[in-house]
């Protein structure tokens, strides 16, 4: 049995993108372009084509930019905006908590929007019946950051932070890295993921990141995330210069959008 898809999304886009400087001295990093398609509307287009009618996005470093080429009405989708003020000394995780009032409306995707990826990568989402799903690959030798330990029943048993190809090596179970598409359901949004947001920035902790989050949501409250594999589908987080030539080259062909 399938999942039903989410009619909302928040996509987390306030970050400065530092690492893609000169890129994003001027603009955003989510409206950096692969072969001409900027990161947040290949993200926008997607969402569209799974169904998704309401997105919220969380803005910050030269909002005003994402503002005015997303609009508040994208397609199909309509757009509603959080302003971070803080997004220069606040993570992800922040971002996230200000997007509550949209968490608690119910069944949502969650976007970091620094991702390029194709529509069939959130359809993997609604293929397992599991209240909450997140999209992952194969950790390669050429990827870094958050990356996860599954279950043989194919659920995210830890999420690890900071990895890189040395820890395929260092015989630790097989690695695979987030790809930062999640899909949570309205209930444990409301009853664990939220209130757990709450208090940790009540406790001023409000440069985590959204990956720090799942590990203590999965480690300390029990929150079952399923995984869904996406091996084989074309998609890349673009962090630097270099992993945005590796996305243009991988997307040399238009990613097509199907509705």
């Known amino acids: 049995m399938n999942a039903i898809a989410p009619r909302k999304a928040v996509i987390l886009a306030a970050g400065s993108g530092s690492r893609l400087r000169p890129l994003t001295d001027l603009r955003p990093k989510p409206l950096v372009e692969v072969n001409a398609t900027p990161i947040l509307h290949n993200a926008l287009r997607n969402l569209e084509a ?40 606040t993570g992800s995780a ?4 200000l997007a509550r009032d949209a968490l608690l409306a119910g069944d949502t995707y969650l976007l970091e929007g620094d991702v390029f990826f194709e529509p069939d990568a959130l359809r993997s989402l609604t293929l397992s019946d599991a209240d909450n799903v997140a999209a992952v690959a194969p950790f390669s030798a050429d990827m870094e950051g958050s990356a996860v330990v599954l279950k043989n029943n194919g659920y995210i048993a830890e999420v690890r932070m900071k990895q890189t190809a040395a820890n395929l090596n260092d015989g630790s179970p097989a690695l695979f890295k987030m790809m930062n598409l999640i899909r949570f359901s309205g209930e444990d949004l409301r009853r664990t ?13 409000v440069k985590s990141y959204t990956e720090e989050i799942l590990s203590n949501l999965v480690r300390q409250e029990g929150l079952q995330i399923a995984a869904a594999r996406c091996d084989g589908l074309k998609w890349y987080e673009i962090d630097n210069e270099a992993d945005l030539r590796i996305a243009e080259a991988m997307f040399m062909t238009a990613p097509e959008i199907v509705c």
């Open 94 to 97: 922040y971002s996230l908590w």
């Open 50 to 89: 799974v169904g998704v009618r309401e997105v919220t996005i969380v803005v910050g470093y030269r909002q005003d930019a994402i503002r005015y080429s997303c609009g508040r009405r994208f397609g199909d989708l309509d757009i509603d905006y959080v302003e971070s003020d803080v997004f220069d000394r």
């Open 193 to 205: 993921i939220v209130p757990y947001l709450n208090a940790v920035v009540a406790t001023g902790a």
